[in-house]
Nanobody
Framework: QVQLVESGGGLVQAGGSLRLSCAVS????????MGWFRQAPEKEREFVAA????????VYADSVKGRFTISRDNAKNTMYLQMISLKPEDTAVYYC??????????????????????WGQGTQVTVSS
C-alpha cells in the first residue's frame, strides 16, 4: 500500500520560512516524479512544484519561483519543499503527490493533477501579515 505523509506545516510570519517533508512508502520512490500542490480556502488546488525521480529536473509555478525549492532524498524516501520569504498568499493546505507512471519525467504536464495517483493528507501552512 502506497502512503504519502506530509509534515512541517505551521504558522509563520510573513517573510519567514518553513520546510515541508513528504515521506513515501510502498513504492520504489526513486522511480517516480513527485509534486507539491496547495489549496487555499475557497480556491482550487494549484500546482506548486515538481521534480523528477533523480531530482535533477525541477519545475515551479511562477508564483513561487525564486522562493521555494523542491528536493528529494531517495535514500530516505522523502521529498522536501523549502519555502522562504513566505507571503500571506502562500497560506494553504499543502499536498504532496506521486506521479502515476514510473519513469524519468512526466508523461503529461506536471501541473495536471490527473498525472498523480497517490496523495498525502495535507499539511496546513499559515502565513500571518
Amino acid at each position: 500500500q502506497v502512503q504519502l505523509v506530509e509534515s512541517g506545516g505551521g504558522l509563520v510570519q510573513a517573510g519567514g520560512s518553513l520546510r515541508l517533508s513528504c515521506a513515501v512508502s510502498g513504492r520504489t520512490f526513486s522511480s517516480y516524479a513527485m509534486g507539491w500542490f496547495r489549496q487555499a480556502p475557497e480556491k482550487e488546488r494549484e500546482f506548486v512544484a515538481a521534480l523528477s525521480g533523480s531530482g535533477r529536473n525541477q519545475v515551479y509555478a511562477d508564483s513561487v519561483k525564486g522562493r521555494f525549492t523542491i528536493s528529494r532524498d531517495n535514500a530516505k524516501n522523502t521529498m522536501y519543499l523549502q519555502m522562504i520569504s513566505l507571503k500571506p498568499e502562500d497560506t494553504a493546505v499543502y499536498y504532496c503527490a506521486s506521479d502515476r507512471y514510473a519513469g524519468a519525467w512526466y508523461t503529461n504536464p506536471p501541473g495536471d493533477a490527473q498525472e498523480y495517483d497517490y496523495w498525502g493528507q495535507g499539511t496546513q501552512v499559515t502565513v500571518s501579515s
